[in-house]
């Protein structure tokens, strides 16, 4: 692996990696609890999502809501090899299966969160707010 992170920095690079843009995967290394994962998040084009949040700029807050056409980001994974006994499940804020970002184009801001839930089933996390700089 040539680049390694942490799990929660995907946000950031799936809002940010600029081969995404560009359509061409991306493939990185990310620790699990105890195993090294092969990542891969590649671009799936646009898709309407509904949006309701607050965005706050500087002194200003403006609430955005309705439909945005936003950059569907899809993730995939697969463990490396280990000398662990049992191979672990990759997991990202609770979503194991059919994990994607969804970016506002216009800002880079992850503005959705899906995937399926153990025990849960399909889930999607929303922005409720952010602060830009």
Not at 2 to 11: G, M, P, W
Not at 17 to 31: G, M, R, T, V
Not at 52 to 67: C, L, N
């Amino acid at each position: 692996c040539t680049h390694v992170s942490e799990r929660l920095l995907l946000f950031y690079i799936a809002s940010t990696a600029e081969e995404l843009e560009n359509d061409k995967p991306l493939s990185l290394c990310i620790f699990g609890k105890r195993q090294l994962f092969q990542v891969q998040l590649t671009s799936a084009g646009l898709e309407n999502v509904e949006v309701d949040y607050i965005e706050k700029k500087q002194q200003s807050e403006q609430r955005r809501k309705g439909k945005i056409k936003a950059h569907k980001i899809v993730l995939e994974s697969r463990p490396l090899k280990s000398d662990l006994e049992k191979v672990e499940n990759f997991s990202f804020l609770g979503f194991q299966k059919n994990i994607a970002f969804f970016i506002d184009p216009k800002s880079n801001v992850p503005i959705q969160l899906s995937g399926e839930i153990p025990r849960a089933g399909n889930s999607t996390l929303k922005l409720q707010r952010v602060q830009l700089k």
